[in-house]
Structures are given as C-alpha cells and as structure tokens.
C-alpha cells in the first residue's frame, strides 16, 4: 500500500520477509483514551457535541476526547478529560500521561514525544 493513498495509516514495520506492519491514527487515539480511562480519578473522555450525541444514543466511541498526531515514528496526544470531584488535578494528569505514553509505546513501537491533557469539567456526582 502507498502512503499517499492511506492518510492517517503508518508502517511501523517493513522486513521485507513477510510484508508490513501499519497501524491506523484511530488505533492509536482508541489505545490512548483507554489508557486514560484505566487511571483512577478520571470519571470519562470528554468530547465534543457529536461524540456527546452517540455516546448518548448508545454507539461508544472508543477514541472520544483524544486527537493523536502521527509523524514518522513519533505521536502526539491531546486528551480532554472528565475528572472526578475530590482528586488532584495534576497527580491524575500525571498519572494519565504515563499510562498513556507507556501504552502506546508498547503497543505500537512509536515514540511518545507529548501528552497534553485539557481537564473539561470536574464530575460532582460522588462529591454527594
């Protein structure tokens, strides 16, 4: 397969012998916003208007919230997190980068180079 005609689709190993490996932007974003959601203090992915509507009608989105940017051997990582009411802001965010660049790292091979976390709203319903 040609790079030009797969945006967002990366080799991430060519041997020659058997063929290659690609792997596509939305498989990085989706290991990426599970990772997140797997630390403690983080109630969901935050998205935007149209990812609220599916998640709402039932369709899960496994990449919601999460923007990856796929150069090379490199990737860059935007989350939108929803935080729960009572945990430190920056010992969950922390927390979140290093799963996330870890998960990715070791899932895919690719080099991690930043993650950027938005906190999008605080959720209080266990604060009651």
Avoid at 10 to 36: F, N, P, R, T
Avoid at 41 to 50: D, L, R, S
Wanted: glycine fraction near 8%; charge should be negative; avoid cysteine.
């Amino acid at each position: 397969m040609a790079r030009e005609e797969n945006r967002g689709i990366h080799m991430i190993h060519a041997d020659g012998k058997l063929g290659e490996v690609q792997i596509a932007d939305e498989v990085v974003a989706i290991i990426a916003g599970l990772a997140a959601t797997e630390v403690e203090g983080v109630a969901a992915m935050a998205g935007n208007i149209t990812n609220e509507l599916i998640s709402k009608l039932g369709m899960k989105n496994l990449s919601k919230g999460v923007k990856v940017l796929v150069t090379d051997r490199s990737v860059d990582v935007d989350l939108a997190l929803n935080i729960e009411y009572g945990y430190s802001i920056m010992k969950v965010s922390e927390k979140v980068q290093e799963k996330v660049k870890a998960a990715i790292e070791n899932m895919t091979g690719l080099e991690v180079a930043m993650v950027n976390i938005r906190i999008a709203s605080v959720n209080m319903e266990k604060a009651r």
